[in-house]
């Protein structure tokens, strides 16, 4: 089975970080985008982070532009999400995706994305 798992989550106070890792079972990362999702208690899900794993390239939705990186180590497997000066309002379950299709990544599809993962709650006290 095609797997992405999530881990890294937790409880930190404002101004804090944290770092996200997905890491990829059964298939190899460097042939796909992988997205980092999150959604708030009451909110749709929202992209926030993509990564295309073959060439570098990245998004941010302005939301956590400059405060949070994406980044890649593909011989491991893994894509990490730092996310740093973190505020209540990041309290979410944040979910990495990934998909063959960069475009669809940063456009946020979701629900059409080939392999998602099950989140990781983080949640950023006051």
């Known amino acids: 089975e095609v797997q992405l798992v999530e881990s890294g989550g937790g409880l930190v106070q404002a101004g804090g970080s944290l770092r996200l890792s997905c890491v990829a079972s059964t298939f190899t990362l460097d042939e796909y985008a992988i997205g980092w999702f999150r959604q708030a208690p009451g909110k749709e899900r929202e992209g926030i982070s993509c990564i295309s794993s073959s060439d570098g390239n990245t998004y941010y939705a302005d939301s956590v532009k400059g405060r949070f990186t994406i980044s890649s180590d593909n011989a491991k497997n893994t894509v990490y999400l730092q996310m740093n000066i973190l505020k209540p309002e990041d309290t979410a379950v944040y979910y990495c995706?990934?998909?063959?299709?960069?475009?669809?990544?940063?456009?946020?599809?979701?629900?059409?994305?080939?392999?998602r993962g099950q989140g990781t709650p983080v949640t950023v006290s006051s």
């Open positions: 995706a990934a998909d063959r299709n960069y475009r669809l990544v940063v456009a946020g599809g979701w629900e059409y994305l080939e392999v």
